[in-house]
């Protein structure tokens, strides 16, 4: 939710704002604007500190030139600041270092670099492409990414870029730039139900609880109704607080899945009591599409796979005068059962090269400690996080809140289990077996199959011929060129080796970010 662009020289200076930026010398720092958010300062006439962070009902919105205290005021408001429950990043500013701390949340995650005596951070990772090269590239975090096995923590893959995970603090001075995770959080266990509990309703109540935390204006807000269990569980909610006023978005699936999906939808949208209607064909958005944002160079790899449907989705929402759109992500770790498909064997693929292999065995080595919110959640938020703030729109998780997942980790497992819980509210709310338990399964299985069939034949001949990732040893031409071929014979062919848009999609983040 923050932009900077710091030199060591200017950390003594006097800092000024000038309405989008606070500047000293050639050095600046932009905060996000946006109605959900807002800006503190504070200075005690040695130190300067900042915090850009989510807004919170009843909380009065402070602004303006900096707040004057002594050096154990400001030490007491920073200490406010950094346990903020919403999203929050808090910088402090001395003669001799620049310190930037995250707080709870997982929105906007800031990527860092330091060069040249110069600290630049953006929530944009593609803002950082001039201190990129493909031939520093991290090869535990390469390898990750390409087996399928992605973890939370400070490594990118480009050498010397760093993400700022939840709760980590980064102090940038003379000795460059240093990272420290947070102390893990202990995982709470099930436990018995009173008696007479209802979990449901006090699931209801909680939920309800944790949206309002939160100011919005519920005609400027969508909510993503999919039609799955954790979009319908958030929609009931924003429904019940505010009737006939959010708009419902979605990215509608093609084939008797998509028939299925948006008849559903249909029933859930009444059931929620929702304003509006607004989808886009992902057929039409397809991934790797030329025209799109990743062969454009105009995302990273880290984004959403489907970013070119998510940007048209945006597009269309905002249109309508949207600038909040609440998600359901979180859902699936929020009611997952320990041991849930961890017999599945992990796949191999034939097209790992020889580094790639080799790095695997370290690609848990580095990760952040445990998280009050699990790290597939916040993965997943970091990836929908960057086109929703170029398109003006702030991403809310309410499942992802700490409030949230630690109660229904108290739940007993029978509860979680094949999100039993989200299913019986659906029931209490009078909704049809045909969506609490749907026939098919929708997923986007399809769309991903149509575009690489499509596409990905040319771009892997391509990759072989000549890709950095082949030349370090991360991927193997041969395999590329024999996956090349299936996919091209159609679209149950490219089906088999959907999963080869993650290299795809890794090259060309590296040629648009180098």
Not at 213 to 238: C, E, K, N
Request: proline share 5%.
């Amino acid at each position: 939710m923050i932009k900077i662009s710091v030199s060591l020289r200017d950390l003594a200076g006097e800092w000024t704002n000038s309405g989008a930026r606070w500047s000293c010398g050639a050095s600046w720092i932009e905060p996000f604007v946006h109605p959900l958010l807002e800006v503190l300062t504070a200075t005690d006439g040695t130190s300067w500190a900042l915090t850009v962070r989510e807004r919170r009902s009843g909380v009065s919105r402070a602004g303006g030139d900096p707040l004057v205290m002594s050096r154990r005021g400001l030490e007491a408001m920073l200490a406010e600041w950094r346990a903020w429950p919403l999203g929050a990043v808090v910088l402090v500013v001395r003669a001799d270092r620049l310190t930037v701390s995250a707080g709870a949340g997982g929105a906007a995650p800031l990527h860092l670099v330091s060069a040249g005596g110069r600290l630049v951070a953006s929530w944009d990772l593609m803002d950082l492409r001039s201190f990129v090269s493909s031939e520093r590239l991290v090869g535990r975090e390469v390898a990750r990414i390409l087996s399928g096995h992605s973890r939370y923590g400070h490594d990118t893959m480009f050498a010397g870029v760093h993400l700022l995970t939840v709760g980590s603090v980064a102090d940038f001075s003379a000795s460059g730039l240093e990272l420290r995770y947070p102390a893990a959080v202990g995982r709470d266990q099930p436990r018995e139900l009173a008696e007479d509990a209802d979990p449901v309703a006090a699931f209801e109540e909680l939920l309800a609880w944790v949206l309002e935390q939160r100011p919005m204006r519920a005609d400027r807000v969508a909510v993503q109704l999919s039609g799955g269990q954790d979009s319908a569980t958030v929609g009931l909610s924003l429904g019940a607080l505010y009737p006939d006023a959010v708009t419902a978005c979605a990215m509608e699936l093609p084939s008797a899945a998509g028939v299925q999906q948006m008849e559903r939808r249909a029933l859930l949208a009444g059931a929620c009591r929702l304003a509006g209607d607004c989808t886009v064909s992902a057929l039409e958005y397809l991934p790797l599409h030329p025209a799109g944002a990743r062969r454009g160079g105009r995302c990273s790899v880290y984004e959403e796979p489907y970013t070119e449907l998510l940007e048209a989705s945006l597009a269309a929402v905002v249109a309508r005068g949207v600038v909040a759109v609440v998600t359901g992500f979180g859902g699936d770790e929020l009611m997952a059962v320990a041991g849930q498909g961890s017999s599945r064997p992990a796949r191999v693929r034939a097209w790992l090269g020889p580094a790639a292999r080799e790095a695997e065995a370290e690609r848990d080595a580095g990760i952040a400690p445990a998280t009050a919110v699990p790290e597939t959640a916040l993965l997943a938020l970091r990836t929908v996080s960057a086109p929703m703030l170029r398109a003006g729109v702030w991403p809310v998780a309410p499942l992802t809140d700490p409030h949230m997942v630690r109660f229904t980790r108290q739940l007993p497992e029978v509860w979680r289990a094949d999100k039993a819980l989200m299913r019986e509210r659906l029931i209490r709310h009078g909704l049809p077996s045909r969506v609490v338990r749907p026939v098919l399964r929708e997923t986007f299985a399809e769309v991903m199959a149509t575009a690489v069939h499509r596409y990905a034949p040319a771009l892997l001949r391509d990759m072989a011929a000549d890709s950095p990732l082949v030349d370090a040893g991360f991927l193997d031409g041969r395999a590329l060129l024999a996956v090349a071929e299936d996919c091209e014979r159609g679209v149950r062919g490219a089906a088999e080796h959907s999963a080869v848009y993650t290299p795809i999609a890794l090259d060309l983040a590296v040629r648009s970010l180098t």
